[in-house]
């Protein structure tokens, strides 16, 4: 994703990157194939079963209702883990532009992000704004003599913090 660049709500910003749940999610999907191909040839078995023993069906049938139970709870892992990778997925809230810091590759570029931190921002251009200036009570004068000489339309230039922490130049 791109800084300034137009999203729709809902639109893909970026993609997480777990490998833990990767890991995971390869452990759940083998399984599911292991048991599968099991499940498959027990029923090849129980289709072919002239030759075989009452207590062999017997085997035969309760492996087969044990491991379909398995089968069972491995789809239920499966279904959270895929919700666990569709939470990577980072989507816009609103119809907006994006605002990312002046570094945001550099800045986040092979370093983990956590639950919480704020990489980009979304604002609405179409929405009035409002900016916030925390400046020393000393420097208000320079600012009380602009308004006095242009009027309190001003034309302001202001260095952001950024996102991060980061300055950026704006006007």
Same mark, same amino acid.
């Given at each position: 994703?791109?800084?300034?660049? =137009?999203?729709?709500?809902?639109? +893909?910003?970026?993609? =997480?990157?777990?490998? *833990?749940?990767? +890991? *995971? $999610? #390869? !452990?759940?999907?083998? #399984?599911? /194939? ?11 078995? &129980? &289709? ?23 089968? !069972?709870?491995? +789809?239920?892992? !499966?279904?959270?883990?895929?919700? !666990? /990778? &569709?939470?990577?997925?980072? /989507?816009?809230?609103? %119809?907006?532009?994006?605002? =990312?810091? $002046? ?13 919480? +931190? ?5 604002? %609405?251009?179409?929405?009035? $704004? ?6 020393? *009570? ?10 006095? *000489? ?13 996102? =991060? ?7």
């Amino acid at each position: 994703m791109k800084g300034d660049q =137009l999203v729709r709500q809902g639109d +893909q910003l970026a993609r =997480l990157e777990n490998h *833990e749940l990767e +890991q *995971e $999610w #390869q !452990k759940v999907f083998g #399984q599911i /194939r292991e048991t599968t191909e099991r499940l498959d040839s027990l029923q090849q078995a &129980k &289709k072919n079963s002239r030759g075989l023993t009452e207590a062999q069906l017997a085997q035969i049938s309760g492996e087969y209702v044990q491991l379909s139970e398995r089968a !069972k709870s491995l +789809q239920i892992q !499966k279904r959270l883990v895929e919700q !666990k /990778r &569709k939470n990577l997925i980072v /989507r816009s809230p609103i %119809d907006g532009q994006v605002m =990312l810091p $002046w570094d945001a590759e550099q800045s986040l570029m092979h370093r983990p992000v956590v639950t919480g +931190q704020r990489v980009m921002t979304i604002a %609405d251009p179409s929405q009035d $704004w409002e900016l916030e200036l925390a400046m020393p *009570e000393r420097r208000m004068g320079h600012v009380t003599r602009a308004v006095d *000489e242009f009027g309190p339309n001003l034309d302001v230039s202001y260095i952001s913090a950024g996102i =991060l922490g980061r300055p950026t130049m704006e006007k």
